[in-house]
């Protein structure tokens, strides 16, 4: 059994299923037994998840990885609260959400739940300051409050000044910037990020996994998907899913500062100029 430091155990690898073997009182994200079929058809299911169990307490920062088709998407659609399980137990913050009505849940998954995606998903007519304050256009917060945060939000990410410009006058790491402000607007229980750097050079891919180390250290709880051992390394744990279930899920021992890394870089042209 392996001791995550969370409260929660788990067995060990060897292709078989792993996963809690309790409840955890805090955990922001448990799972229990999560099934989810795909129908093709009226012979063909497509078992995309076989039961997965685990559990994200508040502060961690999870990567999430395995080969493609092994589930990692559909997972992070459940527990995205945007499609519901063919069987399971899902509590976010508690909340048990597969009994949800459609409207309910589209209020938690707006209240608990921030989103960056890896095409950055910004709305292109708006400025970067109305992209980030889209969120809370459903939360009854007043047109004050609501810049006030998205502000906030702008200036925790580096990218106060450029709070007017649309999404076509940034880069691509700028963009990405805006979308990771307008997933904290709402100060979610848990941030989901799929494969936020998969359009980034490596460079910029760092600078993104820097602000989402010091968004972690100040609190944020993120679980994020990726295909890059490298990024992995920036998180604090890995869960490794193949063919719909989670054969591995390890602390990392050796946490790599994205800060680290970039303090031993030349100054890009943008920084010299
Ligand atoms: P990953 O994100 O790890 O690449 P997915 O969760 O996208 O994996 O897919 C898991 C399995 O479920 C794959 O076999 C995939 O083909 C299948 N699948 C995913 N979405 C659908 C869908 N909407 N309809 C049918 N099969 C799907």
Not at 106 to 128: H, T, V, W, Y
Not at 252 to 272: H, K, L, T, Y
């Amino acid at each position: 059994m392996l001791d995550h430091g969370n409260g929660h155990l788990a067995e060990s690898a060897n292709g078989r299923a792993v996963g809690p073997d309790k409840t955890v009182a805090n955990a922001v994200v448990q799972v229990t037994d999560l099934r989810k079929d795909y129908r093709l058809g009226a012979d063909v299911v497509v078992h995309a998840l076989r039961g997965v169990s685990m559990c994200v307490v508040p502060g961690e920062f999870v990567a999430i990885m395995g080969p493609s088709g092994s589930g990692k998407s559909t997972f992070m659609n459940l527990i995205g609260c945007l499609d519901r399980p063919t069987s399971g137990v899902y509590l976010l913050d508690g909340v048990d959400v597969t009994s949800l009505s459609p409207d309910k849940l589209a209020e938690l998954r707006g209240s608990k739940l921030g989103f960056i995606f890896q095409g950055f998903n910004l709305l292109p007519r708006m400025d970067a300051l109305e992209n980030v304050m889209l969120p809370m256009m459903y939360g009854g917060v007043s047109g004050h409050e609501r810049h006030e945060r998205a502000r906030a939000a702008l200036q925790a990410v580096g990218l106060v000044d450029r709070a007017s410009h649309r999404p076509s006058e940034l880069s691509g790491g700028q963009q990405q910037r805006v979308a990771i402000a307008r997933s904290l607007v709402n100060a979610p229980s848990v941030i989901l990020a799929d494969e936020p750097t998969g359009n980034l050079d490596s460079r910029t891919s760092t600078e993104i996994m820097g602000i989402l180390q010091a968004l972690n250290q100040a609190g944020a709880t993120i679980v994020l998907v990726t295909h890059e051992p490298d990024i992995a390394g920036y998180c604090s744990r890995t869960v490794a899913f193949k063919d719909g279930l989670v054969v591995s899920d390890e602390p990392n021992r050796r946490i790599v500062s994205a800060a680290d890394v970039m303090s031993g870089w030349p100054p890009s042209d943008e920084e010299s100029a």
